[in-house]
């Protein structure tokens, strides 16, 4: 790994622009000649791929699969019509990473499709945007789109080879879980965003059954310069297994939030440096390391770790979407689950019996201990319930939602005991409680 | 290839899930989504077991069996993800099964019983969800819905008509119609079955029995063509309910709304409860001995020649063997059961309804050519296997006189009217003889001339893409009911034969009742005797026997509106010196012309057999005892062919019967070719404006049009239909709602819809209340005028 580096090298590189979403931007910078290059030279599919796998890298949506390996399953020899679909649908709490490259960066997304799509073989490929990307952020994709269309870089037989891609953009209705791949398959039928079981996996029978490959924003930004500078550039960076660069998007009790492109094994401490450091210079109480769906990590063992999926992952966490948050020592735990909690209530889709029905009873319980009416009993169940629905639900989602109520009570049992001991005292002490809690979702759902 | 499933070694084939592994080797695992007719959800994860080498647990109901690999159905792991979910299940789930219908045979509750907790640890309010109006037919309680979806995916996969949905997310997700609407599915209880807890129920029996108190009898259905099997479930001798019986090769398992519910009609007001006569030119009840007094004496004075007796097709076998049986015996040969038909040309040539291909094997049938059939309101059951056929890829061409919801889609859709039908088969006649000239197998085949004069040269695509479709191998040809009424009916089964001969299709003649076929077979026929062989003494037809006014008739069994020639009917009975009726219901103004009525018990309170369109012979068991003061048919005619002076060799059980009738029929070789030899086909040139429309599917037989649930599930459905061109030609104001249709001296004023699903230059009528029968004839002239 190098010692020093700049940060936002990759997705983020037009940045520092003064127009970054401009075509023209991307093209002074080097851009499409990849795309043009391949365009020209018709490399072999499988060699793209092998470069791809080479490069090490790993899926930026969360789960971390090697993204080479994902496009090697798809069957080049079938003639089944196949798609490649990227997910824009960027709902985690806490991230906004794939919002900016599509704000300012589209064209590299653009040309990242391209190239995987003429890896795959697919000749239409979507990209699923999430419901509140309508303003800016969708339009911003959709100019760039427009302007590669212009350039005659895809469409029917692009710069005259026999090449056809057509790239569709797609605005979702704000479901969370349309994020998940399969339900995004789903939405994009049509239909409503439900989860399908897998196997069979999408990369032998997705979208309109056919093959298909999901990828994430960041994932298919960062294909062209791995395919243009090599992957042993990309390889370069990062540690063995966490290869190349990741963007984190920290928030929370910091001077300095936003999004940070950064090499994947760098320190959390430079991170937290980079991000303005402790905000009014408060102790580190908590920080949950890749969206709210990750289990929360105590802040003495977070500022010993570093930021890729091994060392996040030995830390007792997940490196997730890449979405830090960071808590001060002021932070009420309970508060934070909370409304946690309360967000996957809101969200699950209702398909599958544990997540449906155990979202809710989670909050349920917190929010009853919460407003002090909580018992030992009560706690005994919450530890209990996130075991029953991790592991038996179609998608992730009970997961998602299961972690990190599980590492709130591990963490921070102490805070919950205070609650249910001293109830009457803490009452007094909280000014959340002095207004009636909010509970306007539930009601509105009802 | 080979799995090991709690160390039973199981073989399975490549697709198979483990459930169905598991199943089939007597392995149960639980399930509420899971249904083996059903797609897989895999929503409820009630059936988790162990995979070893797997750390999470699968769903067995979607994980694919793979060879080698073992799992574990009752692993502490296994248990606990079925625990787990059962506690999950009943935090929402209100615990009021004393009150609910499906306590004591619900999957949920036997699953609480090994799975549960003794006590919840949910202390938070419970999920309340409102019910909203879904019809008649089912009470829904969906505050007890465990979000299994079967019930969305039967309307979506099996019923093919997308009524249900699941609407919301997470847990305010509501099983519910889109919009607040009566579901419209013909076969919609279904969903009542496959519920697995009480949030969908049969409305009639809501709140009624519980159903460990229920008793079941197998029975055979009395109102489709195919004889569907389901059972009844008694409670103190009366039918609590219907539900189906599995049979592979008919109704899967799956029956028609119809089927269900029609025994509503049992306790019906116009329930015959007592023999009633005619004393003094007043009808009073009577007590048996003084009615069969009555019945004896006029037997004997009476005219037999001018004697008719008619049978419902939808008696069973043994009252028709029994009935013919005895008339016959009283030299009265007036005997028919075609009811419905108006055209009796060609009579000895007649087919009777039948299929060419056993039911089952519909679904492999590569083109299907419907005309003028509304198969999926009349015949469920058939339009489900031609919906499988469907989404197998199957061609559906259809000529018809109205626009007909289909649960499948069809690939030509031709609407023409029906004084053009016949015209329309010629057509592909005239194609198809052309694209066959080579077929050294149809040499000897000659086109009577009568037909060869009206070919006019092609112009229609449809018909030729109509006709390529039936030359693929594999196919089928369904003559709809309705057209029984048709002025050409006749001539039209000829035609359709014509095609299936140079086509080498398959046909189906539809049948409007449940035992057709049976009257066909026992010889309740003027021509034909016992076996469907030539009558040794021909009678008159029922259209003679009706207009020739004669001096006395006999009614088994049917309403008076059942009869084509229902005015004609109602003079010649007002005329008739005698007149005596088997009937389960009669009503008040048809009572007048009778002068002896017995109390005939209905088919669920006699034992019996039907015989479906494939032939099959079905028999049923006595469902529950003869309501009120009536009697089995089979008895009624036994003892009346005992008070004849017949001397019966047999005992006078009713297997007997079944015995004789089975013995002397299948002994015979029945005529069934249609020869054609004297036929002759001439064009009508009817320019008039015709009235359309068959029976409504729940106004066909005396029991469906007195059930009040089935009646009340369409609110349309005496609604006149026209479409906008032929109001136009006819100066009708569109602004009004209401117009008056004339037929011959009769008139009727009624509630008007445009729809454009009509052909030009006809009123559809559905034939669905008395008013419209009696208004007059099907595909005769017609006239509407503003108010």
Redesign the interface.
């Known amino acids: 790994m190098k010692d020093k580096f700049n940060i936002n090298e990759l997705c983020y590189s037009t940045l520092s622009s003064d127009s970054p979403n401009s075509y023209e931007t991307y093209v002074s910078q080097g851009g499409y000649v990849t795309w043009k290059k391949i365009l020209k030279e018709l490399p072999d599919k499988k060699e793209i791929i092998n470069s791809v796998i080479e490069s090490g890298l790993r899926g930026r949506g969360g789960a971390g699969f090697s993204t080479g390996r994902k496009w090697s399953f798809i069957n080049q020899d079938s003639d089944a019509i196949k798609y490649l679909v990227c997910n824009a649908d960027e709902s985690e709490p806490g991230t906004c990473k794939d919002r900016d490259i599509l704000r300012y960066n589209p064209h590299a997304l653009i040309e990242g499709m391209l190239i995987a799509s003429y890896a795959i073989g697919a000749e239409t490929a979507y990209c699923y945007l999430r419901g509140e990307f309508i303003d800016d952020v969708y339009t911003s994709f959709k100019n760039a789109l427009k302007d590669a269309y212009q350039n005659k870089l895809l469409g029917k037989n692009i710069l005259n080879t026999d090449i056809c891609i057509e790239l569709h953009d797609l605005i979702g209705a704000g479901a969370y879980i349309v994020g998940e791949e399969t339900a995004m398959l789903e939405s994009i039928e049509g239909k409503k965003g439900f989860p399908r079981y897998k196997p069979p996996f999408p990369a032998v029978k997705g979208l309109f059954g056919s093959p298909t490959i999901i990828n994430n924003v960041e994932t298919l930004a960062s294909i062209p310069k791995i395919i243009g500078k090599g992957p042993d550039w990309f390889s370069s960076f990062g540690t063995k297994d966490s290869a190349g660069f990741k963007c984190f998007s920290v928030s929370g009790h910091v001077n300095n939030p936003g999004n940070f492109e950064i090499p994947l094994g760098t320190p959390f401490k430079t991170l937290l440096e980079l991000a303005g450091g402790m905000k009014d210079g408060k102790k580190l109480k908590a920080v949950i390391p890749g969206g709210s769906s990750v289990p929360v990590v105590p802040g003495e063992i977070m500022l010993e770790t570093n930021m890729d999926y091994e060392s996040i992952a030995k830390s007792g966490s997940l490196l997730g979407s890449g979405a830090v948050i960071i808590m001060d020592e002021d932070t009420n735990m309970v508060e934070v689950i909370h409304r946690i909690a309360r967000f996957y209530y809101s969200e699950s889709c209702g398909q599958c019996t544990p997540c449906r029905e155990g979202t809710g009873w989670m909050f349920k319980v917190i929010d009853k201990i919460l407003k002090g009416k909580g018992t030992l009993e009560d706690l005994k169940t919450l530890e209990s319930i996130p075991k029953m629905i991790s592991g038996s639900t179609i998608c992730a989602l009970g997961d998602a939602a299961a972690m990190p109520v599980e590492s709130f009570v591990t963490h921070y049992k102490n805070e919950f005991l205070e609650y249910i001991k001293l109830p009457t005292e803490k009452l007094a002490n909280n000014k959340s409680f002095s207004e009636p809690l909010n509970n306007e979702f539930i009601l509105s759902r009802k | 290839m080979k799995i090991k499933i709690n160390n039973k070694e199981c073989a399975f084939s490549q697709g198979e899930t483990l459930i169905q592994v598991a199943d089939r080797n007597g392995i149960h695992i639980p399930r509420f989504c899971y249904h083996e007719k059903l797609s897989?959800?895999?929503?409820?994860?009630?059936c988790?077991v162990e995979q070893v080498g797997v750390?999470?647990?699968q769903?067995a109901c979607?994980t694919?069996a793979m060879e080698n690999q073992e799992y574990f159905t009752k692993s502490d792991l296994a248990v606990n993800?079925q625990k787990?979910?059962m506690?999950?299940?009943l935090?929402?789930h209100p615990l009021d099964c004393p009150v609910c219908d499906q306590g004591g045979m619900c999957e949920l509750q036997d699953q609480a019983l090994m799975h549960g907790r003794v006590k919840s640890?949910?202390e938070?309010e419970k999920r309340v969800v409102l019910d909203h109006y879904i019809g008649p037919l089912i009470k829904t309680n969906m505050t007890r819905c465990?979000?299994c979806t079967r019930c969305v995916r039967y309307g979506e996969e099996i019923a093919g008509i997308k009524e249900f949905g699941?609407i919301?997310?997470?847990?305010?997700?509501e099983i519910r119609t889109y919009l607040t609407s009566a579901i419209n599915s013909p076969m919609s209880g279904n969903m009542i079955d496959i519920c697995p807890v009480g949030a969908l129920n049969a409305a009639p029996s809501h709140m009624k029995g519980r159903t460990w108190e229920l008793e079941e009898v197998k029975y055979i259905s009395p109102h489709d063509c195919v004889g569907s099997n389901m059972n009844l479930h008694i409670l103190d001798n009366s039918i609590f309910r219907v539900v189906p019986h599995e049979n592979k090769k008919i109704n899967e398992t799956w029956i028609s709304d119809r089927d269900r519910f029609s025994y509503e009609a049992m306790e019906h007001k116009d329930r015959v409860r007592k023999p009633i006569a005619k004393i003094n030119g007043r009808h009073m009840e009577v007590e048996w001995e003084q009615a069969l007094e009555i019945i004896k004496n006029n037997m004997t004075d009476i005219d037999s020649s001018s004697t008719a007796g008619f049978i419902s097709a939808s008696s069973t076998v043994e009252e028709q063997y029994l009935f013919q049986k005895w008339l016959r015996e009283n030299n009265i040969f007036n005997i028919d059961h075609r009811v419905s038909q108006s055209n009796f040309d060609y009579d000895e040539e007649d087919i009777f309804p039948k299929i060419d291909i056993p039911i089952k094997d519909i679904e492999k049938c590569k083109s299907i050519l419907l005309i003028d059939s509304n198969i999926t309101y009349e015949q469920p059951i058939l339009s489900h296997k031609i919906r499988k056929a469907f989404l197998n890829d199957a061609k559906i061409n259809s000529i018809h006189t109205y626009n007909y919801k289909n649960n499948f889609d069809l690939k030509n859709s031709l609407l023409i009217n029906p004084n053009y039908l016949a015209e329309t088969l010629i057509d592909i006649i005239e194609y198809l003889s052309i694209i066959t000239v080579n077929d050294k197998t149809l040499k000897k085949f000659i086109i009577p001339e009568s037909i060869k004069k009206n070919f006019k040269g092609l112009t229609n695509n449809n018909i030729i893409e109509v006709s390529n479709d039936l030359l693929h191998s594999n196919s089928i040809i369904f003559l709809g009911s309705n057209l029984k009424n048709h002025p050409d009916f006749q001539s039209l089964k000829i035609l359709t034969n014509i095609i299936s001969i140079y086509t080498k299709s398959s046909t189906c003649y539809l049948g409007d009742t449940s035992n057709e076929a049976g009257a066909w077979l026992t010889g309740c026929l003027p021509h034909r005797d016992i076996g469907n062989i030539s009558a040794k003494h021909h009678g008159l037809n029922i259209k003679d026997s009706i207009i020739k006014k004669l001096d006395s008739y006999i009614i088994y069994n049917l309403d008076l509106i059942d009869f084509y020639y229902y005015s004609e009917m109602k003079k010649s009975l007002e005329s008739a010196k005698f007149v005596l009726g088997f009937q389960s219901f009669v009503t008040e103004e048809d009572k007048n012309l009778y002068d002896v009525i017995l109390p005939l018990a209905t088919s669920f309170e006699s034992p019996g057999t039907f015989i479906n369109i494939e032939k099959e012979w079905q028999s049923f068991a006595q469902g529950c005892l003869p309501h009120f003061d009536s009697k089995e048919g089979w008895k009624i005619l036994t003892k009346l062919r005992l008070e004849s002076g017949v001397q019966l060799s047999n005992s006078l059980d009713y297997i007997d019967i079944l015995n004789e009738v089975d013995h002397e029929i299948r002994n015979i070789k029945s005529i069934e070719s249609n020869k054609m030899e004297n036929f002759i086909f001439d064009v009508k040139s009817n320019n008039y404006l015709t009235r359309t429309g068959g029976n409504y599917c729940y106004f066909i037989d005396n029991i469906t049009r007195r059930s009040i649930s089935l009646n009340t599930v369409n609110k349309n459905k005496n609604l006149v239909c026209v479409n906008k061109k032929t109001l136009e030609q006819n100066n009708i104001d569109l602004e009004k709602k209401k117009v008056i249709l004339k037929q011959g001296e009769k008139s009727l004023l009624v509630k008007l819809s445009v729809d454009e699903n009509v052909s030009d230059d006809c009123i559809y009528i559905s034939n669905s209340n008395k008013e419209h029968f009696e208004l007059g004839k099907q595909y005769q002239p017609i006239t509407i005028e503003n108010v």
């Open positions: 897989i959800a895999a929503n409820c994860r009630m988790l750390n999470k647990p769903p979607s694919p993800s787990n979910t506690e999950f299940l935090i929402n640890r949910y938070q465990i979000h699941a919301g997310r997470g847990e305010s997700m």
